[in-house]
């Protein structure tokens, strides 16, 4: 809010370094804000990442593992092989 100068009755003048103040501190609070969200990103991209790798090794380990099934014929195959 306008302050009034006591003297004059006009509206005191504020100074441009003080109004640069207040939008240097939003913009200080938001690359803050930013900055913290992109660690979080990170760190939960590395997680991820982690855990998939993880998976991927369990699930190859139990293919080498797993018996191999036998191939079926298919059923024209069979026929001719009775033929």
Not at 37 to 54: D, G, I, V
Not at 55 to 61: G, L, N, Y
Not at 68 to 81: G, T
Request: glycine residues 4%.
């Amino acid at each position: 809010m306008a302050k009034i100068d006591a003297k004059t009755g006009f509206f005191k003048q504020t100074s441009p370094a003080g109004r640069a103040s207040k939008a240097d501190q939003i913009t200080e609070t938001v690359r803050g804000i930013r900055a913290d969200e992109a660690k979080a990103r990170t760190e939960k991209t590395e997680r991820l990442r982690a855990l998939r790798l993880e998976k991927e090794a369990a699930e190859a380990a139990a293919k080498e593992a797993a018996p191999e099934k036998p191939k079926r014929k298919s059923a024209a195959k069979k026929d001719e092989a009775e033929a």
